[in-house]
């Protein structure tokens, strides 16, 4: 059973910091291409960052040079660590994880979110201005 369970959000001032956790069970992250989205009511799903099996990592412009995605291989864990959060980051973030092909394992076009297999239950990160 594949299993991605969520755990570091909260409630964190402007300009503040969390670190992202995503514990994954049942399969290989190193294998698989990892992906934090998030989704705020009323508005679409969007990809944040991804971590391919090959390594490279991927973000959306709204993040770049704040976030880091990172992954521990020997903890089968990815992160998301947030730096700089901003109030517009308020979010519910959710882990993603997608395996088969070679094209879809190095997360190429990564942020649709249909395209994965596994997600994680979410959790919640409030930024207050």
């Known amino acids: 059973q594949v299993q991605l369970v969520e755990s570091g959000g909260g409630s964190v001032q402007d300009g503040g910091s969390l670190r992202l956790s995503c514990a994954v069970s049942?399969?290989?992250?190193?294998?698989?291409?990892m992906a934090w989205f998030r989704q705020v009511p009323g508005k679409e799903r969007e990809g944040v960052a991804s971590?391919?099996?090959?390594?490279?990592?991927y973000y959306d412009e709204s993040v770049e040079g704040r976030f880091t995605i990172f992954r521990d291989n020997g903890k089968n864990t990815v992160f998301l660590q947030m730096n700089s959060l901003k109030p517009e980051d308020t979010a519910m973030y959710y882990c993603?994880?997608?395996?088969?092909?070679?094209?879809?394992?190095?997360?190429?076009?990564?942020?649709?979110?249909?395209?994965?297999?596994?997600w994680g239950q979410g959790i919640q990160v409030n930024v207050s201005a």
């Open positions: 971590f391919a099996s090959n390594d490279n990592t």
């Open positions: 049942g399969i290989a992250a190193s294998d698989h291409c």
């Open positions: 993603a994880a997608r395996g088969g092909s070679f094209y879809r394992k190095i997360c190429g076009d990564w942020k649709t979110g249909t395209t994965y297999n596994y």
